[in-house]
Every structure is written in structure tokens, then in C-alpha cells.
């Protein structure tokens, strides 16, 4: 038997056991072909079916039509903080982004290494970005408004997307694409690195709106353009062929087994309770995020002391608890708890903690 812990890490993250186990069963012989997945040609009729099967799964769940592209491309989010301002802001026009951590304040310097213009009508840094900032006054003549929908070390997260005064949303989903429904219509781009709720490290999907694809700038080297993803169905060069069949994978759990966004959203809801509940009825733990901007994907918290948090992360991980340290920048602690997370490792966790608490309390 295969011993598997209850894996809380940030990313890359847990990706369903029935997922992992599809991978293995066909990793010497996919689809018929007699050749691992990692040795079939994308140029062959197998990886296409992959590559179209996973792009027709996210416009179902998304619930998105011919109107946007989706496209994979390599070097990750990091990578769309450069793109995004490169190939969508010219010269002369400006860009809102809003910064709620991190994530964001990368996705500021790349735009601003590039020399373009932009402004940051709000910001959530006078407090440590604990929470996601309101009554913000965007700039109705931006060509987009970037926005982290998730923030993944902070532990906040957009409840719901502002008002942006018709500009379109541009949005860093790495931490919670595919976990809720979204209403498409506010969203010009949207870009996730896969190994937080989708798929491994090594592709980062951008599903992008026809009209903000047709403006993009056409004088870029080739690998940086939109369009030439777009034009070549992500084909343009060798794409991460493994990454992508996981990606495709995830999808038809999520459609399949899951149910669809709606369903998971229900059930994301539920585990996220389950911690909150837990760190407010608590004189032990704290939350760091304020109660009207936490994640449902990475919960945030403290112990008494530094010390007792060391312990907390060692004594979990005994018991068999992986990936509950906070990010080095910040510390504490982080139960990150995306689609593939069940609700049985989130109780598990939350005993433990109960547990913890009545020996160290
Ligand atoms: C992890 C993360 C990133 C960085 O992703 P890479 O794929 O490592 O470049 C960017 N944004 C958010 C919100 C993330 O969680």
C-alpha cells in the first residue's frame, strides 16, 4: 500500500488521488499509442485530442463561448506579469492595479520595468495586505484593471470583483481559478499558473477575450505575443505536453466527479468554514486576514509564539499533516486547501488542532 499524507502545501499543491492514479495506470501506454504521454508527438493526433479536450472542459466550466481563447504557455504567472502589460498596454494609455500583496506588487514591478504607465488606486499595504481594500476609484480611460483574485501567501481574497466602471479585468487566478463560478463578462484576461489548483508546475493557462487578443501588440518577439498562441492553438513551439494532459485530467474530475464550480464552490465553502469556525472560537489561534477578506483557499494563522508554531508545523507533519508553515516572508501558519483537498483532510486538520491546543493552550 502507498502511504499518501494530507498534503496542505501552497504550491505546487494536492491534485486528486483519482487524477494521479489515471496518470499511472497510462503512463506506459497512452491512449493505444504503446508510448508514454511523455514520449508521443504534439504534432500527433493523441496530443491534439488532449490539448482541444482541455481547452472545451475549461469553456464548460467557465462557461465561456468563442469569444475568448484559451492558451497555455510557459513560465508561469511570473511570466503573465510581464506579458499582460506587454502586449495589452501602449504607449500613451495607462493600466489600474490595485495591489493585495505579494503577487500583486510583482505584477506592478514587471509592468514598471517595462516603462509603461500605470497607476495603483489602491493598495492594502498600510496593513500588512490583510485585507482586500474597498470604494476604490478606478480610472474609467484604463485599458484594463489588474487584480490577484487570490492571495495566496496573505490569506485574502476578492469575495467579489469591484465595480471597474466598465474597464476589464485583468486577473491573477493562480490560487483560485476553477474553485467558484465567476461571471466571465467582467474579465478581458485571466492567467493561473496550473500547480496551485489545476494541474504540476510547468504551464500557466490565459484565457484571454477576442477583443483584447486583437489589439494586442503584433511587433513582439514571437514567444512573448499572444497571438501566437492564439493563431497556433498553443502549438507554436513544443508546449509542456505532460503539464497540459494533467491540466486536462483535473478538468474532467472537476466536470465529472466533482460536478462542475458550482458544486466545488459549495464544498470549498464548507472546508474554509470549517478552519475559520475553528480560529474564532479560539484563544489559541489567530487569524491574520480580516473576516470580511479571507480566503477560501489559504487560511492564515498564528500561534501564541513563534516557538509554538514551530512545534505546531513539526507535530502535524508527524502526524502525517504536510505543507502548514506560512510563507517564509510572512510565518505562522498556512492550511492551503484547494479543489484537491478533501473535506476529510480539512477535518483531520482541524482535530489535530483541537488536539494541539488542549496539550500546548
Ligand atoms: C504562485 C503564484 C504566482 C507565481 O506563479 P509562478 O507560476 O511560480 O510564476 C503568481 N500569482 C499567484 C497568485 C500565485 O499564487
Not at 485530442?49 to 513560465?75: K, M, P, T
Not at 499582460?84 to 493585495?100: F, W
Amino acid at each position: 500500500m502507498v502511504k499518501r499524507i494530507y498534503n496542505f502545501n501552497p504550491g505546487p499543491a494536492a491534485l486528486p488521488t483519482a487524477v494521479l492514479e489515471e496518470i499511472q495506470e497510462s503512463f506506459l501506454d497512452f491512449a493505444g499509442t504503446g508510448m508514454s504521454i511523455t514520449e508521443v508527438s504534439h504534432r500527433s493526433k493523441q496530443f491534439d485530442e488532449v490539448i482541444n479536450d482541455a481547452v472545451e472542459r475549461a469553456r464548460r466550466l467557465l462557461g465561456i463561448g468563442d469569444d475568448y481563447r484559451v492558451l497555455f504557455i510557459q513560465g508561469g504567472a511570473s511570466l503573465q506579469f510581464a506579458m499582460v502589460p506587454m502586449n495589452l498596454l501602449p504607449e500613451g494609455r495607462s493600466a489600474d492595479y490595485v495591489n493585495t500583496g505579494t503577487w500583486s506588487t510583482k505584477a506592478i514591478k514587471e509592468a514598471e520595468i517595462l516603462g509603461k504607465t500605470f497607476r495603483v488606486p489602491a493598495s492594502s499595504e498600510d496593513k500588512n495586505f490583510s485585507y482586500i481594500p474597498k470604494n476604490i476609484d478606478f480610472d474609467e480611460n484604463a485599458v484594463y484593471v489588474h487584480l490577484t483574485s487570490n492571495n495566496t501567501i496573505k490569506g485574502t481574497q476578492w469575495a467579489e470583483f469591484p465595480d471597474t466602471k466598465g474597464v476589464p479585468i485583468v486577473c491573477d487566478m493562480s490560487s483560485d481559478i476553477m474553485s467558484r463560478p465567476i461571471d466571465m463578462s467582467r474579465f478581458g484576461l485571466i492567467y493561473a499558473g496550473a500547480q496551485k489548483n489545476i494541474g504540476p508546475a510547468g504551464v500557466c493557462m490565459v484565457i484571454i477575450r477576442n477583443d483584447m487578443l486583437e489589439k494586442a501588440d503584433d511587433s513582439l518577439p514571437s514567444m512573448l505575443k499572444y497571438k501566437t498562441y492564439a493563431s497556433k492553438n498553443s502549438l507554436y513551439n513544443t508546449p509542456p505536453c505532460f503539464a497540459i494532459y494533467v491540466v486536462q485530467l483535473v478538468l474532467k474530475w472537476l466536470e465529472e466527479t466533482m460536478g462542475g464550480l458550482a458544486r466545488m464552490d459549495e464544498i470549498n465553502r464548507k472546508k474554509a468554514a470549517m478552519l475559520y469556525n475553528l480560529l474564532d472560537t479560539s484563544d489559541f489561534y489567530t487569524g491574520t486576514a480580516e473576516p470580511d477578506s479571507r480566503s477560501l483557499m489559504n487560511v492564515t494563522f498564528r500561534l501564541p509564539n513563534e516557538e509554538l508554531e514551530k512545534k505546531f508545523v513539526q507535530e502535524a507533519a508527524q502526524n502525517d499533516l504536510g505543507g502548514l508553515k506560512g510563507h517564509r516572508s510572512v510565518g505562522g501558519c498556512r492550511a492551503s486547501i484547494y479543489n484537491a483537498t478533501t473535506l476529510d483532510a480539512v477535518e483531520t486538520l482541524v482535530d489535530f488542532m483541537k488536539t494541539f491546543e488542549g496539550k500546548n493552550g
